[in-house]
Each structure stands twice: as C-alpha cells, then as structure tokens.
C-alpha cells in the first residue's frame, strides 16, 4: 500500500514544536495591529472580553516609586456558533486563546463525566502543543483588510457591546 504524504502545512506530532508558548504561535500567524477573522467553531456562544491598550493609562506616582494602572470600561464581545468576526489581533490574541481553554475543557468534560467529590485532580493539558496548532487552525480564519472608507457597504453602529446587550456588534438602527 502506498505511504501518503501529509499537506506540509497539515500539523503533525512529528512537525509541532513543542517548546513554543500559546501566544508565540499565534504571533507567528499576525501581528498585534492586524486585522483577522476568527470564527466560533464551538456548538455554544462563546463570550469574552477585551481591554484595547489605549484604554490603559499607565502612570508613576509623585515619588516615582509605585507605577499603577488606570483602565476604562472593557469591551465585550460574543460570537455564536458558526459566526465569524474580523477583530483587532490583541483582541484576537486573548479571544483564540480562551476559546481554546474552553473547547479543550468541554472536551474532557464530555469524555470523562462529572468531577466528583474524592477524585483526582484533572489535567487539562492546555500545553498540548499538536492540539494547541489544530484548534488555532479551526478558529483563525486569516488576515483581513478592511475598507474602511466605501460608501456602498451597509452602515453599522459599531461601538462596543455591553456586557447587557448580548452581541458583539449590535445591528443598524437605520429604517
């Protein structure tokens, strides 16, 4: 029989590197500054949200000992299942990222049942390098390039949800 040849961007066990952090590989994908299109490929909304680093303000005190923080209000966004957004790549950087964490849990829940009272604590292994890359895979969905300035396109209120409002980009009032 025939031995077939994995897509070279196909990940394998034998191709991941091991030794790279979560957010290094989604770095190696885009930059912080770009535009990318991640998808929920979950069967639940996910939810998350995000501080954009303009919304920080950091500062030293009058005796330039203590260094402190001043944030606004974060920005909460939800996806439904299927549903893709094209969002900013440090929102993407924690959004990717979570909805890892969550699927892989999930995962481990629907295999193994309910945590009782006396058992061992579980392992997650969020650090599963070949998982990490085929999950990245499922929810970046690549860079985008957005136009900003056309006319033609529907004009959308796209101001940061509410962590009330219930989605990430509430619809045109226009009649």
Do not use: C
């Amino acid at each position: 029989m025939p031995r077939i040849q994995p897509k070279s961007d196909q990940h394998t066990a034998a191709t991941v590197n091991v030794k790279k952090l979560f957010r290094e590989r989604l770095i190696d994908r885009f930059k912080a500054t770009d535009f990318v299109r991640v998808i929920n490929p979950d069967n639940e909304d996910f939810e998350w949200n995000y501080l954009p680093s303009s919304k920080e303000d950091l500062q030293m005190s009058s005796d330039g000992m203590h260094r402190y923080a001043l944030r606004e209000e974060p920005e909460y966004y939800l996806l439904a299942p299927g549903e893709s957004e094209v969002i900013i790549g440090e929102n993407a950087y924690i959004m990717i990222e979570a909805l890892f964490k969550k699927m892989v849990a999930k995962k481990l829940y629907m295999d193994h049942g309910d945590f009782k009272p006396g058992q061992p604590a579980r392992n997650f292994n969020f650090s599963d390098a070949l998982a990490q890359e085929q999950l990245i895979d499922k929810i970046y969905l690549g860079k985008e390039q957005p136009n900003f300035g056309t006319s033609n396109v529907e004009a959308t209120n796209d101001t940061p949800a509410t962590k009330d409002s219930g989605t990430a980009r509430p619809k045109s009032t226009r009649a």
